[in-house]
C-alpha cells in the first residue's frame, strides 16, 4: 500500500523553527521527486518546495527563499522540510507529495502533476 504521513507540525511562536517529515511506506522514494504544498483555510493550494530524485536538486518560490529548505535521506524514505522564522501567514496544513523524476518551478503551481498525498500536518504559527 503506498503511503505517505507527514509528521512534526504543531504550535510555534513567531520567529521558531519546524522539521516537517515526510515518510513513504509502501513503495521507495528514490525515483520520485517530492513536493511540499500547504493550504490555509479559504485559499489555495500552495507550493512550498520540491526537490528532485536523482540529484537532489531543490526548487522554492522566491517568497520562501531562504526561510525553508528541503532535504532528503533515501535510506530512511523520508523527506525533511526546515521551517525558520516562521510568520503567522505560514500557518497551514503542509502536505507531501510525489512526482516521478525531476522538479520544476512549474510543479510548484500545479499540484495537480502530483500524484500521492500525505493527510497533512498543521501548522500553527502564533504567539
Known amino acids: 500500500q503506498v503511503q505517505l504521513v507527514e509528521s512534526g507540525g504543531g504550535l510555534v511562536q513567531p520567529g521558531g523553527s519546524l522539521r516537517l517529515s515526510c515518510v513513504a511506506s509502501?513503495?521507495?522514494?528514490?525515483?520520485?521527486?517530492i513536493g511540499w504544498f500547504r493550504q490555509a483555510p479559504g485559499k489555495e493550494r500552495e507550493g512550498v518546495s520540491c526537490?528532485?530524485?536523482?540529484?537532489?536538486?531543490?526548487v522554492y518560490p522566491d517568497s520562501m527563499k531562504g526561510r525553508f529548505t528541503i532535504s532528503r535521506d533515501n535510506a530512511k524514505n523520508t523527506v525533511y522540510l526546515q521551517m525558520n522564522s516562521l510568520k503567522p501567514e505560514d500557518t497551514a496544513v503542509y502536505f507531501c507529495?510525489?512526482?516521478?523524476?525531476?522538479?520544476?518551478?512549474?510543479?510548484?503551481?500545479?499540484?495537480?502533476?502530483?500524484?500521492?498525498w500525505g493527510q497533512g500536518t498543521q501548522v500553527t504559527v502564533s504567539s
Open positions: 509502501g513503495f521507495t522514494l528514490d525515483y520520485y521527486a
Open positions: 526537490i528532485s530524485s536523482s540529484d537532489s536538486s531543490t
Open positions: 507529495a510525489t512526482i516521478p523524476g525531476w522538479c520544476m518551478r512549474y510543479y510548484l503551481s500545479h499540484p495537480e502533476q502530483f500524484g500521492s
